[in-house]
């Protein structure tokens, strides 16, 4: 899926499951969409997805700190 993080190779994107949990559905809901899918699938998702975005904000602090520390010398 040219690069699109997706659950157990089943071609269904992570963002869509992680969307779907933030729309209020539920684990039963969206197998119910997806029978495919697993329990652990979802969780799985909602962790790579908090992973994701740690890794960010930490790539972004890394930055702010250098940006920071060349202007300030």
Known sequence: MDGV???RG???PV????GMVAEGMSPADIILDFPDLE???IR???MFAAETVR???N???CMKFLV???ISH
């Open 39 to 41: 329990a652990p699938d």
């Open 68 to 70: 920071d520390n060349s």
């Open 44 to 46: 799985e998702a909602l």
């Open 10 to 12: 089943l071609r269904i």
């Open 5 to 7: 993080p997706c659950i």
């Open 59 to 61: 790539r972004a602090g």
């Open 15 to 18: 963002a869509t499951v992680v």
């Open 55 to 57: 890794e960010r904000d």
